[in-house]
C-alpha cells in the first residue's frame, strides 16, 4: 500500500510501535489470553488483532495508572497488567458484573498492582466520578477506550476520560475500522472528527503506523488501535 508522505509522518515516541511482534511478546499475550478467554476462534483473538494490541501497547510499558473502559472477559486487561509496573493502579471499568473474571484476574495481577472494578455506564457523569474517586488525586498514564462502539458513546467516553489522561500520556481506541452499521454510525466516525482538531495515529494489524484513515474497502471490517498523545490535547479539552 502506498501512501502519502504526511499519512506516515508520525512522532518520535510512536517507533517503538514499528516492529513486528517477537516470539517473547507473543508468549506473554498468549499467557493472559488462553487463560482468560472463553473463545479462542473470536476475532480479537485472531493473529492481526493481537499484532497491533502488542505493538501499540509497547507505549504503555511500565505505566503507572491505567484505565480500560469496556473489559469484556478480562483478558485485554489481564495481559496489559503483566506490562504495567509493579504497583500500578490498575482501573477496570464495565457496565456489566463479571465476579468469575474479577477473581480470575485479582489472582493474576502483580502482587503490588492495585486493581478496581467500576461498575457502570462510561457515560454517565457519576461513572467519571467514582473513576477520580479511585485515582485519590494522580492522572491516567493512559485509558483503553474499548466500551460501546457507537460513534457518540466513544466521543461521549473520550470526552468524559481523555482530560484524566497525564500531559506524556496516551488515549487508545479499539475497533477505529468499525464504520457502523446502516443506521448506527461507528468508532471510525468518531475518530474521524477526534482528528479534525488533534492527530489520531493507527496501529492495524502488520500495517505501517501512520495517520488515521478510514477502511480501503467498505464493509463490516473490527479492529485497529487508534492512539491519541495527551499533549496534542493541551488547550483543547
Ligand atoms: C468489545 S468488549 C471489550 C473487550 C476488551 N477491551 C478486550 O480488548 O478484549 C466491550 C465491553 O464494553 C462493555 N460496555 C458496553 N457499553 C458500555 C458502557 N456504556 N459503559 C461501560 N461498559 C460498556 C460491555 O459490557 C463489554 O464488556
Given amino acids: 500500500m502506498i501512501l502519502p508522505k504526511f499519512m506516515l509522518d508520525i ?3 510512536l517507533e517503538t510501535c514499528k516492529n513486528l511482534s517477537k516470539k517473547i511478546e507473543i508468549d506473554i499475550f498468549m499467557l493472559a489470553w488462553n487463560k482468560f478467554c472463553d473463545n479462542p476462534e473470536s476475532i480479537g483473538n ?3 488483532a493481537r499484532e497491533e494490541k502488542i505493538r501499540a501497547f509497547r507505549l504503555i510499558q511500565n505505566a503507572n495508572n491505567f484505565l480500560e473502559i469496556g473489559t469484556f472477559n478480562k483478558a485485554n486487561l489481564a495481559w496489559l497488567s503483566s506490562l504495567l509496573a509493579f504497583d500500578a493502579k490498575i482501573i477496570d471499568l464495565d457496565i456489566q458484573l463479571n465476579p468469575i473474571k474479577e477473581r480470575l484476574i485479582k489472582n493474576h495481577i502483580k502482587p503490588e498492582q492495585n486493581y478496581t472494578s467500576i461498575i457502570g455506564d462510561s457515560t454517565h457523569l457519576n461513572t467519571r466520578n467514582k473513576v477520580i474517586e479511585t485515582l485519590n488525586g494522580d492522572l491516567l498514564d493512559a485509558i483503553f477506550i474499548d466500551a460501546n462502539h457507537v460513534m457518540r458513546c466513544v466521543l461521549a467516553d473520550f470526552a468524559q476520560f481523555a482530560n484524566l489522561v497525564k500531559p506524556d500520556g496516551y488515549i487508545f481506541f479499539h475497533d477505529i475500522q468499525w464504520e457502523g452499521s446502516e443506521k448506527i454510525k461507528g468508532v471510525a466516525d468518531a475518530i474521524e472528527i477526534i482528528q ?3 492527530p489520531v495515529y493507527q496501529c492495524v494489524g ?8 478510514r477502511p480501503f474497502k467498505n464493509g463490516q471490517f473490527w479492529g485497529g488501535i487508534g492512539i491519541v ?9
Avoid: C, T, V
Fill in 196 to 198: 479534525r482538531y488533534a
Fill in 229 to 237: 498523545l495527551a499533549k496534542d490535547l493541551i488547550g483543547l479539552i
Fill in 46 to 48: 485472531s493473529k492481526l
Fill in 206 to 213: 502488520n500495517n505501517p503506523i501512520s495517520h488515521f484513515h
Fill in 11 to 13: 512522532p518520535m515516541e
